[in-house]
């Protein structure tokens, strides 16, 4: 059995960040990735980043990638296995792993859980038609294994992934015929939404999916207008010739590992579903485990990145990593993160973590 | 917050206009700008122009994640006025092509002239559009007519 200071799971933002900041203070860190490669999502972020300098601003996601990527394995402390499966972990303090198909035990001191959030998606008849992707699916298909998800599309969903995928969507060569939201208004940044109208997307609110059509495969699907109760108003319908349809109906936290290590959890809808109780140090109900990212509540990826770095140099701390460098560069990485929430686009999460965390520490 | 430039700032030459009117968490263009023009004095504030220091340069165009910057200028030429716009699809239009002129809603509203093709390291890249003088508050996005006979 492998013993290890501290096991991240997960190499997106917030693994990456995690896993680079505690290393940099000294300690070893094993890092394990459920993907062939680093980087998560962020791989197929074809789109510049919000933000500040501290979090990238202005660069594009592929680009922060392939810095943190770098970075990481410029650091000998970082173990990195990629292929690798984190399994269980057990009250013994004991994680099973499947690395390259190989059963593994790991015995670390601290675990950080950076393991992301997975899309939704929605009930309609012939919902599982060929042709029907998440976003994101369709988003991997194009960005990161060039293949065009089709030719002509629909977007469910102006939440910012909707729109941004939409966007690229369009720079892939596709016909993007509509965004379709159920809201009476756009969820995503307004920025985001005026690139796609102005290049003639229309965005079609308090409308919904009916049905889809085809017999193998997507031919198209029916839309409808709702009423203001969300319910769809009748000779509304209107039938849309498509060979591709998006969704992009939110994210839900990946959980589970937390659940079965015994986490105390708490359903929490503007955090995206259930999420593990926290401190303000990302500590989880187990002293043992701590969260970084998506798993921790649905938000955007440079709050993932911080809450990454606040989590590695924590942990890194607590076990006597402490540089002197350390509280100072924790107290700007707090403050980041307070900057990037303190704004109306942010007061969906900020009700959400003041559920969800259980102490301010000062 | 001045979200558009006075008329008499226009008429001086060009400047850029920020239609980013949503607070969001941003603030590259302020660090972009060589001439100090842009303020974001917290992160979720919408930037403010300062119009005197603002030459249209178009540096911080490239960095804004939201393609939300264009530059105008009323006084490219007597009838003339010139859009730059953030462009990010393939392929570039060229020099001295023709092209539709959309609104912000994407609908044509006549005809542009590239006159510039600026391609940027960070791949937003920059078109000059001369067009008639009083569409270049309106005009924010073009299609290139090739395209259209290919459907």
């Known amino acids: 059995m492998m013993k290890k200071e501290i096991l991240v799971i997960g190499a997106g933002p917030a693994g990456l960040m995690a896993a680079i900041h505690a290393a940099e203070t000294g300690a070893q860190v094993l890092l394990v990735e459920r993907a062939e490669g680093l980087g998560g999502q962020l791989i197929k972020q074809t789109h510049k980043f919000f933000g500040s300098k501290a979090e990238y601003a202005g660069d594009r996601g592929i680009d922060i990638a392939a810095k943190l990527i770098d970075w990481s394995k410029k650091l000998s402390n970082i173990m990195i296995w990629t292929k690798a499966t984190v399994l269980g972990i057990y009250p013994d303090g004991v994680v099973t792993i499947s690395h390259e198909g190989k059963f593994t035990l790991v015995k670390p001191e601290k675990i950080i859980v950076a393991t992301g959030a997975a899309e939704k998606t929605m009930a309609f008849p012939n919902n599982d038609l060929p042709g029907i992707y998440g976003a994101g699916a369709a988003q991997t298909l194009m960005n990161v294994h060039s293949v065009l998800p089709g030719k002509r599309m629909l977007m469910v969903g102006a939440g910012n992934i909707g729109v941004i995928v939409a966007y690229q969507l369009m720079q892939a060569g596709v016909k993007v015929v509509g965004v379709v939201e159920a809201a009476p208004q756009i969820g995503g940044y307004r920025v985001h939404a005026a690139k796609l109208q102005r290049n003639g997307v229309p965005i079609y609110t308090s409308h919904s999916i009916k049905a889809a059509h085809g017999t193998e495969v997507l031919e198209g699907v029916t839309i409808c207008k709702l009423d203001e109760k969300w319910q769809p108003i009748e000779g509304s319908e209107r039938y849309i010739a498509i060979d591709g349809l998006c969704l992009s109906v939110g994210l839900t936290p990946l959980t589970e590992l937390l659940w079965q290590a015994g986490c105390k959890m708490e359903f929490i809808n503007e955090l995206g579903g259930y999420v593990p109780l926290r401190d303000a140090n990302m500590m989880t109900t187990n002293s043992n485990i701590f969260i970084a990212g998506d798993v921790a509540g649905v938000e955007e990826a440079s709050a993932a990145m911080i809450e990454g770095k606040l989590a590695g140099l924590y942990v890194a701390a607590m076990l006597g990593h402490q540089k002197d460098w350390f509280l100072q560069d924790f107290q700007l990485a707090k403050q980041q993160l307070s900057a990037l929430r303190s704004g ?17 520490v000062v | 917050m001045n979200a558009l430039p006075s008329e008499e700032r226009l008429a001086k030459g060009p400047v850029a206009v920020f239609e980013c009117l949503q607070q969001i968490p941003c603030n590259p263009c302020a660090e972009a700008c060589p001439r100090k023009a842009i303020t974001v004095e917290h992160m979720n504030d919408c930037p403010s122009l300062n119009e005197a220091l603002c030459n249209g340069c178009g540096v911080c ?24 716009i953030p462009y990010e699809f393939f392929p570039l239009p060229k020099e001295n092509q023709m092209v539709d002129a959309l609104n912000r809603s994407g609908e044509c509203v006549g005809l542009a002239e590239v006159v510039r093709v600026q391609v940027s390291p960070n791949k937003t890249n920059i078109i000059w559009l001369a067009l008639p003088k009083q569409m270049i508050m309106e005009v924010r996005a073009i299609r290139l007519r090739e395209e259209e006979h290919h459907g």
Do not use: R
């Open chain 1, 344 to 360: 109306p686009a942010s007061a969906k999460v900020c009700v959400g973590l003041s559920k969800a965390i259980l102490e301010e």
């Open chain 2, 61 to 84: 165009m490239s960095k804004c994640p939201g393609l939300s910057i264009f530059v105008v200028d009323a006084t490219y030429e007597q009838n003339k006025g010139l859009v730059k």
